[in-house]
């Protein structure tokens, strides 16, 4: 049994075996004669207690090691140095440094980033507001001033930068010992860097500020860490908005991803977004995870950024973030393949225009048939038969609704006809020809009735490659028209719903009539008298 000894070190308690106890306290006599001839030597002093303590907390693992033994001093020691070193200055800078890297390669402190061992901190005594950009100067080794410049140019280009500086003044600690200091500029807290770091502090005040000066400095310095404070809650807030944004974006990105596979699947009657319409099935869900995962996997890493700034966390391990970083280029490359796939069969278009007369009528009456609705009729021995046209699995999949109908003069003399449009895009001009000459679309005149119908039928194993059918109607000049309302939003160029208005409510019809003209088409119905007179008594008011 070892007899354990209780020690205060920076205000943090640590249970110390004797041995381990006087040779820390031999040590530790050893620094303070050397130091005690030096002014201020209790700001040094103290900045070595502060790292002897922080090295001794590293080594403290709860419920496994709670004692500091005389191995944890040798190495606390070896690694600060002694002051006898000090008489061989050769060399012992690097010495002390490639000890210090050692130390950082084996801890497991969140803040190493760059293997020279620098902390990315705010810098208390180079600060224009906050250290920021002093930090990281220091950090990647540039001057202040560039990282300033570098700060308000993105000021100028709306306005990030001022977001971007208090993120990083909330989320980067100030260096606010010596040993944060050295550690900030990538040095080696041992006594021969802390003396030497001290002694320039020291010649750096004689030489450059009074009295007055420093006391001024401290003051702002103050007000500075005030503000800090201000723009840590700030910059946390931001934080916690930002990882609720990320978070709900990663969450509708998976339920965008499941409605597209269902849709892709055949569960679903539209593809929520119509780009995936143009691949094949198979490609089409490979295109979607691809795309899916070059969106959500920045956002995944945002989110675990976040987390770690506000809850500090471990960070990601270092496989997982290497697959992750993999799996967003492959995805990246995987949209560029496919998206390049759709553009090509997108190359060329055609157009195959079909003239089909009309029967010359007193009125010519237009309505539109839904095709989707299958119709029943009785036999002679009584049965219904229905009549089902549409041969396929999927009804979504034949049927478009690309249809426009526009209506055109004709001199009275002319015979009445349907001019059709059948378009279709390609790889090819004579792929999209034959695409466009697949499309099965006619309307069926019946009597005085002309009927289109809701949807054209793409060609049998055909896909989506912007097949569209335009109608233009050719009517003679004088004709009486009729067209049902069911044509609304087929019909171009005329105002149907202001015509529809015009009818009494007594007397509205799901028909509306109009004459053709030499300009086109115009309502049979007059304009409201009193909708005629509200508008020139506004005329007039506004006058």
């Known amino acids: 049994m070892n007899k354990t000894i209780i020690i205060n070190i920076n205000s943090i308690v640590f249970h110390i075996e004797e041995d381990a106890y006087e040779t820390l306290r031999g040590y530790m006599i050893d620094i303070k004669r ?3 001839q030096s002014a201020d030597s209790g700001e040094i002093l103290l900045d070595i207690e502060n790292r002897i303590a922080e090295m001794f907390s590293e080594r403290i693992q709860s419920g496994r090691k709670e004692v500091i033994n ?9 690694q600060m140095g002694r002051v006898s070193d000090f008489e061989d200055a ?6 002390g440094q490639q000890s210090y890297q050692q130390q950082q390669s084996s801890s497991g402190e969140e803040h190493k980033a760059l293997p020279t061992g620098k902390k990315l901190m705010r810098d208390p005594e180079d600060t224009t507001i906050g250290g920021v950009c002093s930090g990281l100067g220091h950090y990647f080794g540039v001057q202040p001033k560039w990282m300033r410049a570098f700060f308000i140019l993105f000021v100028l280009i709306g306005g990030s930068g001022v977001l971007l500086y208090i993120v990083l003044w909330a989320i980067m600690p100030v260096a606010s010992t010596r040993a944060d200091r050295m550690a900030m500029r990538g040095e080696a807290p041992n006594l021969q860097n802390f003396k030497k770091n001290f002694e320039e502090e020291m010649e750096g005040i004689r030489d450059n500020f009074s009295g007055a000066n420093a006391h001024f400095n401290r003051g702002l310095r103050t007000v500075g860490a005030g503000f800090g404070e201000i723009f840590r809650f700030i910059g946390k807030a931001l934080a916690a908005c930002m990882l609720v944004f990320a978070g709900a974006t990663i969450f509708g990105l998976f339920f965008f991803f499941v409605a597209c596979t269902l849709a892709i699947m055949g569960y679903q009657d539209e593809i929520i977004f119509p780009p995936l319409e143009i691949l094949e099935p198979g490609q089409a869900f490979f295109a979607l995870l691809a795309g899916t995962f070059a969106i959500v996997l920045p956002f995944v890493a945002l989110f675990y950024v976040l987390l770690r700034i506000l809850f500090k966390i471990k960070p990601m391990n ?24 759709g553009a090509q069969d997108f190359k060329e278009d055609s157009i195959i225009k079909v003239d089909r007369p009309l029967k010359t009528q007193a009125v010519y009456s237009f309505s539109e048939k839904d095709v989707r609705v299958i119709e029943a009729s009785s036999s002679a021995d009584g049965r219904t038969k229905y ?6 699995e999927s009804l979504h999949n034949l049927l478009r609704s690309d249809i426009e109908i526009r209506f055109e003069s004709l001199d009275s003399l002319e015979k009445p006809f349907i001019q059709y449009h059948y378009k279709a895009k390609g790889k090819s001009y004579q792929l999209a020809a034959e695409r466009a000459s697949k499309i099965n679309y006619q309307a069926e005149q019946v009597d005085s009735k002309v009927i289109f119908n809701s949807h054209f039928a793409l060609g049998a194993g055909d896909v989506y490659r912007n097949q569209s059918v335009s109608v233009v109607a050719y009517l003679p000049v004088g004709a009486k028209v009729e067209i049902d309302r069911s044509l609304e939003g087929k019909i171009r160029e005329i105002a149907y719903h202001n015509c529809y208005d015009n009818y009494p409510e007594e007397s509205k019809m799901k028909q509306t009539e109009w004459i053709m003209t030499k300009s086109g088409l115009i309502c049979a119905i007059p304009e409201k008298v009193e909708e005629k007179k509200s508008e020139e008594e506004d005329a007039t008011q506004s006058e």
């Open 34 to 36: 050397h130091f005690s």
């Open 70 to 78: 005389k191995d944890d001093v040798s190495e606390v020691i070896a």
């Open 90 to 95: 050769s060399g012992e800078e690097e010495i």
């Open 318 to 341: 270092s496989y997982l973030s290497l697959g992750m970083w993999a799996t967003w280029i492959v995805s990246i490359i995987v949209v560029i393949f496919y998206c390049v796939i």
């Open 387 to 392: 009549n089902i046209q549409v041969d396929g």
